[in-house]
């Protein structure tokens, strides 16, 4: 740990965040989980990366791209000189082997084949030059997040490999990437993750020695563990605990700006997606649009809002949050969900799901529905009351429900299995819609589905969408949709949330927030804070980066900063203010499900 500012500075210099979630695998080609993300951006690159700003495309591996007239070639121009971490030089080859890997192995495609939609191959025909051809335009080029990984290591793996390759560090051998920082100590599911200062970085040395990471099961002792100092970030805590953390010395607590959606999803119909035969034990009645549909006037989302998210959030409605107003549906009226039950009653009724005599409902054949499995994630008080007032909800409709609340590990592979009715969870959204608009294709299912949704007429559109140059016209296609999707209803949008984060500023700064002004300090696209922020004693001017907490305006480069103590709080209708007043498109890494979470 570090001392406070005007202490001396010791030898080493590590940096502690407590994350309240797991970290399901170091390899970037299975893992689901966020926190997973974040530890691939420490060790791994992306050709393109994201403006700290406003999230838009700027340089990253590559110096820089250009694309033919008829959007069917993407040259992009990697940089000289880097290398990975056990000093082997890392060129285009290493580029167009991850993206083959990508388009041709069946457990890499999971995460990433969106990104390459359309592309045909990927080629190298010199050391500093990749080549993509595709078959039609691609809309979402030149964002491709990928992490690369290098050819020398991964050409080995076989694809059945690699849908259990760990791609952990082994006692002596760290992980080899390109990124800021070396992974030395840790494995998927575990409670500690370390990782070392890359010296050699090509984008400047880290000012921290050491990146740790302490993952607790709750938000509670962690928020705990940092009041004490046995910590020095903690990332996605409530809003009451962010109040609470105002106002104590050397820490700085701020709810940051995020594109995130919270949903109630349902089993629509699991399969193997092999011989597409049912699997798990799903409710039947799910896998009818039209019974999902009625139960979303049994939701009322004012009192999620208010009461799971203590105000910190807006109430949802379509996949895209209303932070991208360009691409965001904004459901009229006459279609929108309001909280009534007896509407809700209404629709069942009409649906062929009326109520028997006990009063309970029954399916069009008269048989009596089973009772409705909800799972909640035991990490995420929020979740677990969202799943209760649920329950407490159907009941009244006449539906027997129970709550389980489970750690987001387990619950993956319980989605997986097919043998859950519903569950709450969240997505982050990235910049470009394409992503989370494919994670609801039939493709995806048994991937980064979690509700086994499946519709042709959807996944036209699609395709539609994702190779339509014309923004009017894309824009159209994506709002069309959004609006299918809410009448089908496989997702039930809850709300549209912040992101609570503290930070011991006594102990480090120049955390630039990602967009900027507003957003949030870690958990970001890129590595970008990890490689800029230093020791509070050590913060000057932050580089120039006036936005930065903990940035000393007058200082110079190596002057004492004054630590902050005064918490940043951001309220929901200045979060919408920034977000839409700006003009800029803003967002975060998805979360993870049985294909990416948080």
């Known amino acids: 740990m570090q001392p406070a500012a005007g202490a001396t500075t010791p030898a080493k210099s590590t940096f502690t965040v407590a994350l309240t979630g797991d970290v399901d695998s170091l390899n970037p080609f299975l893992g689901v989980e966020a926190n997973s993300y974040e530890m691939w951006a420490l060790t791994y690159d992306y050709l393109v990366n994201y403006s700290m700003k406003d999230m838009s495309p700027e340089p990253g591996l590559a110096k820089s791209w250009d694309t033919s007239a008829d959007g069917l070639t993407w040259t992009f121009h990697v940089r000289d000189g880097v290398k990975w971490s056990d000093g082997q030089p890392l060129t285009a080859a290493d580029v167009a082997f991850t993206f083959t890997r990508v388009l041709k192995g069946e457990t890499e495609s999971t995460n990433w084949s969106s990104y390459l939609s359309s592309v045909t191959s990927a080629t190298a025909p010199e050391p500093q030059t990749v080549v993509l051809k595709l078959s039609q335009p691609n809309a979402v080029l030149p964002l491709l997040p990928i992490p690369i990984v290098p050819e020398h290591i991964w050409k080995d793996i076989t694809e059945k490999q690699m849908a259990t390759y760990p791609a952990e560090p082994k006692p002596g051998k760290p992980v080899i990437g390109s990124g800021p920082f070396r992974l030395i100590e840790g494995t998927a599911g575990g409670s500690t993750f370390r990782f070392t200062k890359n010296p050699d970085y090509w984008n400047g040395t880290p000012h921290v020695d050491e990146v740790d990471y302490r993952v607790f099961k709750t938000d509670d002792p962690a928020v705990q563990a940092l009041i004490k100092g046995e910590v020095d970030f903690v990332e996605d805590i409530p809003p009451l605990q962010i109040k609470a953390l105002q106002g104590k010395p050397g820490i700085t607590a701020r709810n940051g700006i995020s594109p995130l959606f919270e949903e109630i999803g349902f089993n629509t119909g699991a399969i193997d997606t092999d011989t597409k035969k049912p699997i798990g034990d799903g409710m039947a009645a799910l896998k009818d649009p039209k019974f999902r549909h009625a139960l979303g006037y049994a939701v009322d989302t004012k009192r999620i809002v208010q009461n799971a998210y203590q105000g910190a959030a807006l109430p949802g409605d379509t996949i895209i949050p209303t932070a991208y107003d360009n691409y965001h549906w904004d459901v009229p009226a006459s279609q929108a969900f309001t909280f009534d039950l007896a509407k809700a009653g209404q629709e069942l009724d009409q649906a062929g799901y009326k109520k028997g005599a006990d009063g309970q409902r029954t399916d069009p054949q008269g048989k009596p529905l089973k009772t409705m499995r909800l799972f909640a994630r035991s990490?995420?008080?929020?979740?677990?009351?969202?799943?209760?007032?649920?329950?407490?909800?159907?009941?009244?409709?006449?539906?027997?429900?129970?709550?389980?609340?489970?750690?987001?590990?387990?619950?993956?592979?319980?989605?997986?299995?097919?043998?859950?009715?519903?569950?709450?969870?969240?997505?982050?959204?990235?910049?470009?819609?394409?992503?989370?608009?494919?994670?609801?294709?039939?493709?995806?299912?048994?991937?980064?589905?979690?509700?086994?949704y499946c519709n042709q007429q959807y996944d036209d559109m699609y395709k539609q969408q994702n190779r339509e140059m014309d923004k009017t016209k894309r824009t159209a296609i994506v709002k069309q949709m959004q609006e299918l999707l809410f009448n089908e209803s496989p997702y039930l949008v809850t709300a549209y949330t912040t992101i609570g984060e503290a930070v011991r500023t006594d102990r480090f700064a120049c955390f630039q927030p990602q967009p900027d002004p507003g957003g949030v300090m870690l958990v970001q696209y890129g590595a970008h804070n990890y490689s800029s922020l230093r020791p509070a004693a050590q913060a000057g001017d932050c580089d120039g980066v006036t936005s930065a907490i903990g940035a000393n305006p007058s200082a110079t480069s190596g002057d004492s900063a004054s630590s902050s103590n005064t918490g940043v709080w951001i309220g929901i209708g200045v979060v919408v203010l920034l977000l839409l007043g700006g003009g800029t498109v803003v967002a975060l890494r998805r979360r993870s499900t049985a294909g990416e979470r948080e």
């Open 379 to 452: 990490s995420s008080q929020a979740s677990v009351n969202t799943m209760d007032f649920f329950k407490e909800w159907l009941g009244q409709v006449g539906i027997k429900a129970e709550v389980t609340a489970m750690d987001t590990g387990k619950l993956g592979d319980v989605i997986l299995s097919g043998d859950y009715d519903a569950f709450q969870w969240d997505w982050y959204v990235e910049p470009d819609p394409d992503s989370i608009l494919s994670d609801m294709t039939c493709d995806q299912r048994g991937g980064s589905s979690d509700s086994w």
